[in-house]
């Protein structure tokens, strides 16, 4: 259904992405941030899995160009460690958002696990934006808290996590109603990654289901959708 594309970053330059829009109709618009291996095939799905729904989904491509092979931990390690989350929220997931709202009247942000923590922080730092939606992901405390985030923010955790940890959830979800933000967070009974239907060993089709009709009746409340 979709197809690469590119669209200019906030700092000059051009960034390449995976892109996806319904066949019969203009809706609102979602950005969707990979994983550490890269915009792998299952990120182009989950932007044509919105397309079907009538998103338009655009996944940029933070690693440009560089797919990682689910095997290779070591090598997605080095790519994540590499990247300037900062710059990559600033430059290139902003100007992804910034060049959907070109169309579309509202775009919202939706990352899985690297994905996810960059969804936080753009929930907290992209001034177009109107929500986000993260999975298994959250930033650093030193980077980005609760309290900084600015749009209604949904998130879909794993109790079987080792990174992100219950106890770093319940910490984050406390700043969050402690400053009176718009949020929805979500407890599943599953490993990080659960989401990831390539991932045999982690995916969890019951959890990935719900997690999904949480996120549409989420996305369609803040953003609107065109069936």
């Known amino acids: 259904m979709g197809a690469m594309t590119s669209f200019p970053g906030m700092r000059g330059g051009t960034v390449q992405g995976y892109f996806s829009q319904p066949g019969h109709a203009k809706g609102p618009a979602v950005v969707v941030i990979q994983e550490w291996w890269g915009v792998q095939g299952q ?64 775009v919202g942000l939706m990352g899985f696990c690297m994905g996810g923590a960059v969804a936080v922080i753009g929930a907290a730092r992209i001034r177009e934006l109107d929500t986000a939606v993260s999975f298994y992901g959250l930033p650093p405390a030193n980077v980005v808290s609760g309290k900084d985030v600015r749009v209604p923010l949904q998130g879909h955790f794993a109790s079987e996590d080792h990174s992100v940890t219950p106890e770093k959830v319940d910490a984050f979800e406390t700043q969050l109603k402690d400053a009176g933000r718009k949020y929805e967070f979500y407890r599943y009974q599953a490993h990080h990654a659960f989401m990831n239907e390539d991932r045999k060993a982690v995916h969890d089709p019951k959890a990935a289901a719900l997690a999904w009709d949480r996120t549409l009746a989420w996305l369609q409340r803040y953003l609107g959708v065109a069936l």
């Open 43 to 106: 990120i182009k799905a989950v932007c044509d899995r919105l397309a079907r729904m009538g998103f338009t989904a655009l996944a940029p491509d933070l690693y440009g160009g560089k797919v990682i092979p689910y095997h290779d931990e070591a090598a997605a390690s080095a790519a994540v460690s590499s990247l300037d989350f900062k710059a990559a929220v600033e430059d290139v997931v902003r100007g992804a958002v910034v060049h959907l709202k070109k169309s579309a009247s509202k």
